[in-house]
């Protein structure tokens, strides 16, 4: 099978590799389509990992179960949607089944999953899909399988699948955050998951305000339902807040660049007993400076939120499904196998460009 394996930044090649064994309890998937992440081209982060094949944002066919699923499997179950209600694991696959499958999946067990914190548990922060999303087939490891894979609707293409974990991160993010209706909230960085952002808000009832630099983007935002984006090449974030909000500045400020001065930014623009979630980490080396003071006396919480659970996936799926998220307008990009570094370079140069996938 057909791999992309990332050495180095400008360094990407597409590989021969065998299709990997799987075990009783394990699936194999054709993959059909995966995204590339924002966090795919943080070079700190991947060149720790590299060299490695990438990709988090899969979605595929199921084309073979290990032998211990096919006896477990459930008798009239074939075919049904989903309880997005529950957050059991499935355990009936059937071969043909078009899913999304998640990278990480919890034990359901642990002190961390009983308090909904997924992504902290030991299970979830070790498992993994066998090589990674860009690849001709993938591994799902029975965890995977049973705790974070989703059977498709009929009407969802894999492409549009591929947004089923970048939507579950804004998702948790959002609930970490505990918007309100009525919230006015600041988006700053308006790549996709920005854009994303500006969908949920908005269908959540808040007044939102857009911050970027890039045209494209600016103008994407105002289409994807901002109330206002600020051009911050023109203006002063801060000040441009305080004009829009007649002083009283953002209830919620998203931070989607992983960078210490647009943290700090953000801290600037929230408001009395505001909130500041940091979407993105910093390096490992950064170091952010504070006024305790200041956070204490105008009640500011710093919130942070990394990854997504599998109830994250569920409502992902769901929003997508509805129309809530408009797949279609996210993905402005799509990529052979052949030229997935071209998919990271234009993902890396975050311009013109939402959603950029690699399709198989
Ligand atoms: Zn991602
Ligand atoms: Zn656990």
């Not at 899913?99 to 922060?125: E, I, L």
């Not at 498992?127 to 894979?149: M, Q």
């Not at 939120?305 to 992902?316: N, R, V």
């Amino acid at each position: 099978m057909r791999v992309v394996k990332l050495y180095s930044f400008d360094d990407i090649r597409v590989e021969d590799m065998p299709v990997p064994d799987i075990g009783a309890g394990d699936a194999l998937v054709r993959v059909r389509s995966c995204g590339i992440c924002s966090g795919d081209v943080m070079p700190w982060y991947i060149e720790k990992k590299a060299p490695l094949v990438l990709g988090h944002e899969p979605a595929g066919e199921i084309v073979k179960l290990g032998r211990g699923l096919e006896a477990k499997k459930i008798r009239g179950s074939e075919g049904k949607h989903i309880n997005f209600s529950t957050s059991q694991p499935r355990n009936f696959f059937k071969k043909g089944d078009r899913v999304f499958f998640h990278h990480h999946a919890p034990c359901f067990n642990c002190a961390y999953c009983k308090r909904g914190d997924h992504v902290q548990c030991s299970t979830w922060r070790g498992s993994g899909i066998i090589p990674g999303g860009i690849s001709e087939y993938a591994l799902v490891p029975e965890v995977n399988l049973r705790g974070d894979t989703l059977l498709l609707p009929e009407k969802i293409s894999f492409d549009h699948a591929t947004l089923v974990e970048p939507v579950a991160c804004v998702v948790k993010g959002l609930k970490r955050a505990g918007m309100k209706h009525g919230d006015t909230v600041l988006v700053m960085g308006l790549g996709v998951m920005g854009q994303i952002h500006i969908m949920l808000a908005k269908k959540y009832g808040a007044k939102v305000i857009g911050a970027d630099k890039v045209p494209f983007r600016l103008e994407k935002a105002m289409e994807f339902g901002a109330d206002s984006v600020i051009d911050i090449s023109r203006e002063d974030l801060a000040d441009a807040v305080s004009r829009l909000t007649d002083g009283g500045m953002a209830d919620i400020v998203v931070v989607g660049p992983g960078d210490i001065k647009a943290m700090s930014q953000g801290i600037g623009c929230a408001a009395r007993a505001g909130k500041v979630l940091f979407f993105t980490p910093a390096g490992p080396d950064d170091i952010l400076q504070l006024r305790p003071h200041d956070i204490y006396f105008r009640d500011i919480n710093i919130i942070t939120s990394y990854s997504c659970g599998p109830d994250d996936t569920k409502a992902a799926l769901d929003l997508i499904s509805e129309g809530s998220v408009d797949a279609q307008r996210l993905i402005t990009h799509r990529f052979p196998l052949e030229k997935a570094s071209e998919a990271f370079r234009l993902t890396a140069k975050a311009e013109d460009s939402l959603k950029v996938v690699v399709i198989f």
